[in-house]
């Protein structure tokens, strides 16, 4: 019988071929991954784009999300496709809060996401996302159904690094309930408490995604006389504006700038030394003195709050 690990049970030999050991997590991503229901719910121009990637030709049945109901009660997946108005954006409200957690938005096309060509008109929302959680945006005016077909699989990629542990819809204080838009009948009204209430629902639905992966320094390695950090993101995209990398002796810091943002499964590397140079676009050059000469060198990553995100120490090369 193979070794097993300390403290865990012992499987008997005659079943070992007939046991399947995996997480409570992989199980429940996998199959909330392939089972989204989305809504038969259109707007705009947007909407016809819908309806082409639900035909044979993108076949939708294969990434299990073919299913596209007609009743909120039924459904998880809100995609809004097109313009979206001041008179429409209450019934919209209204149907996203009769769906059943978890639930998810798409924000498919520049109308929706920030109000398109019609973002000065008096009768147009500059982005749902100012009254709905948004989890994807699809870019394009109108997007094409391969790319709405890759807000789907970016979707469920997110799904996959939630956890049962830190979702909120599952907390007994977590209420999702979207604040109702007020609509006048000469104005559009929206109460700032209830804003910022839509933007504290998005950000705990952000970091359930994040936390199953975070910012760690990956590398550091010599280059001649070009030192180089290497700062690698496995989790949601992250702003690191006023975010720090410290050397190991503590006397010099680079700090990132106002507005660099790392994408998910993206990387970035900062270079220091004589020789420091940028090989691509998004590298940083900190300073063109040395930073990590020797064996036991550590650098440190502290965000904007002071917190140290990773460390990593120099082995030698």
């Not at 010599?222 to 290497?230: F, G, I, K």
């Not at 720090?244 to 590397?269: C, K, N, W």
């Not at 590298?283 to 502290?302: F, P, Y």
Request: glycine residues 8%; neutral net charge; proline residues 7%.
């Amino acid at each position: 019988m193979a070794e097993q690990p300390q403290g865990a049970a012992s499987v008997p030999e005659d079943v070992q071929s007939n046991v399947l050991l995996t997480t409570v997590d992989w199980i429940y991503n996998t199959g909330r991954t392939f089972s989204l229901w989305p809504m038969s719910f259109g707007l705009a121009c947007c909407a016809i784009e819908f309806i082409v990637t639900g035909t044979a030709r993108y076949d939708l049945s294969r990434f299990g999300m073919e299913v596209i109901r007609p009743s909120p009660r039924q459904c998880d997946l809100l995609i809004i496709s097109g313009t979206v108005t001041k008179k429409m954006v209450v019934p919209i409200v209204r149907l996203y809060n009769q769906m059943a957690e978890p639930r998810y938005v798409i924000s498919m096309g520049a109308c929706a996401t920030g109000g398109g060509p019609f973002k000065e008109g008096y009768n147009v929302v500059s982005g749902i996302d100012k009254y709905l959680p948004v989890d994807v945006y699809v870019p394009g005016c109108p997007p094409t159904p391969e790319a709405l077909l890759h807000g789907f699989i970016s979707l469920q990629q997110k799904i996959r690094k939630q956890s049962v542990r830190t979702v909120p819809w599952y907390r007994k204080e977590y209420s999702s309930l979207v604040p109702m838009p007020v609509l006048g009948p000469d104005i559009f009204s929206s109460d700032p408490a209830a804003m910022r209430q839509v933007r504290e629902i998005n950000m705990q639905r952000m970091m359930a995604a994040r936390t199953a992966g975070q910012l760690t320094i990956a590398e550091l390695r010599h280059l001649s006389a070009d030192e180089c950090v290497t700062v690698r993101n496995s989790g949601l995209a992250q702003d690191m504006t006023g975010w720090r990398l410290i050397s190991g002796r503590g006397d010099q810091t680079y700090t990132f700038p106002a507005g660099f943002v790392l994408m998910p499964d993206a990387e970035v590397h900062v270079h220091s030394g004589p020789l420091a140079q940028a090989t691509t676009t998004s590298d940083q050059i900190w300073t063109k003195q040395h930073m990590w000469r020797n064996e036991g060198d550590t650098a440190s990553l502290v965000d904007a709050d002071g917190n140290v995100i990773s460390s990593f120490t120099y082995q030698g090369s």
